[in-house]
C-alpha cells in the first residue's frame, strides 16, 4: 500500500497524471467475456458476453464516481467514451495481456482541502465470465472526508438479443454474498456480486443512472430493489466510509455474466398446470402483462 502510495505521489508531482496525450484503451479477454477499459477515464467502455453489448446501448450508462458526503456540488463522474465526461483525471495501464489487469490511478478532491487517491484494479476470470473489480482508497490531507464511492450501469445485454432495453431487475442474499440482478427476456444476466462483510450496497431496478447528486443520495438513502419488476431501469453499488488522517481501505466487487433460463418463461411451480390448460395465448397474455 505504501509503495502504491508512493508510486502515485510521485506520478503527480511529475505532472504524468495529468498529461494531455492522447491515451489508449485496455482489454480484458478471456474468450468468453471481453472487457474494454477507457484510457480516458478508466470506466467500462465495453463488457461484450454472449453476443452482446451490455452496457452501451440506448444511453451509454456505465461509470464510477466520487461524493463528498450528500455534497451535491461534489459529485464527480467518469463515464465510458461514449458517454463522455471525465470527473476525476486518471492514468491508466495495463500488464500481464488479456488475462492481466488494469489499473485506473487518481486522486478526488471534492473540492474539499484533503483527497482519496484511489487505485482501481480490473481483473478477469481465466475462464468464467466474471470480472473483478478490487479498489483501495487512501486518504491524504488532514481533514477527514466522509466518500461515497459508487458504480452506475445501465443494463442492455436484451437489445443485441433483439429483447428491448427492459430487464428484470432484482437483489437478493446468496449466502454470505449480496447479488444485484439484470436478466433480459431471453436469459441473458449480469450480476453485481460483494461480499457483505465488504459494506457495499446495491441497488437494482433503479434509478435509471446515479448521474448527479441527487440520484447518488438516494441511491445511499434507500437502495432499489426492484423485486423481479421488468423495467428499463439501473443496476448500482456504492461503498460509504469516514477517511481520517491518513487511513485507507480496500473494497471490491464482481461483475458476473452468463446465462439463466429465460425470466418469463419459467412459471412459479404452482401455476404449471394453470399453464397446461391455458394453452399458448394463455402464456403470451402472461409474458405480455409481466412486461
Ligand atoms: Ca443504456
Ligand atoms: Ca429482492
Ligand atoms: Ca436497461
Not at 72 to 97: K, M, R, Y
Not at 144 to 173: C, E, K, M, W
Request: glycine residues 16%; negative net charge.
Amino acid at each position: 500500500m505504501k509503495k502504491m502510495r508512493a508510486a502515485l505521489v510521485a506520478a503527480l508531482a511529475a505532472g504524468v497524471l495529468f498529461a494531455s496525450a492522447p491515451r489508449s484503451d485496455a482489454q480484458l479477454d478471456n474468450g468468453v467475456l471481453k472487457v474494454d477499459i477507457s484510457g480516458l477515464s478508466g470506466a467500462i467502455n465495453l463488457a461484450s458476453f454472449g453476443g452482446s453489448d451490455f452496457y452501451n446501448p440506448g444511453t451509454p450508462v456505465s461509470w464510477f464516481g466520487f461524493q463528498r458526503g450528500t455534497d451535491v456540488s461534489s459529485t464527480a463522474n467518469n463515464a465510458n467514451d461514449l458517454f463522455g465526461g471525465v470527473g476525476t483525471p486518471v492514468v491508466v495501464s495495463s500488464a500481464g495481456g488479456a488475462l492481466g489487469s488494469v489499473s485506473v490511478l487518481g486522486s478526488y478532491s471534492g473540492g474539499g482541502a484533503s483527497s482519496i487517491l484511489f487505485h482501481r484494479v480490473y481483473t478477469i476470470d481465466a475462464v468464467s465470465a466474471v470480472l473483478h473489480i478490487t479498489t483501495t482508497l487512501t486518504h491524504v490531507g488532514l481533514d477527514p472526508v466522509l466518500l461515497r464511492y459508487f458504480d452506475s450501469h445501465d443494463p442492455d445485454q436484451g437489445i443485441d438479443q433483439g429483447n428491448g432495453f427492459g430487464t428484470f431487475n432484482d437483489v437478493y442474499a446468496d449466502g454470505s454474498e449480496t447479488v444485484g440482478e439484470s436478466i433480459e427476456d431471453g436469459g441473458l444476466f449480469v450480476q453485481f456480486r460483494t461480499p457483505t462483510a465488504g459494506g457495499g450496497i446495491i441497488a437494482s431496478g433503479g434509478p435509471f443512472s446515479l448521474f448527479g447528486g441527487f440520484d447518488v443520495n438516494g441511491f445511499f438513502a434507500s437502495p432499489v430493489d426492484g423485486g423481479g419488476s421488468f423495467e428499463d431501469a439501473g443496476m448500482h453499488i456504492g461503498f460509504e466510509h469516514l477517511f481520517t488522517l491518513g487511513s485507507s481501505i480496500t473494497v471490491s466487487y464482481d461483475q458476473v455474466f452468463g446465462f439463466g433460463p429465460p425470466p418469463n418463461v419459467v412459471p412459479e411451480p404452482g401455476t404449471y398446470a394453470m399453464l397446461a390448460g391455458m394453452g399458448v395465448s394463455g402464456l403470451l397474455f402472461l409474458r405480455r402483462r409481466r412486461k
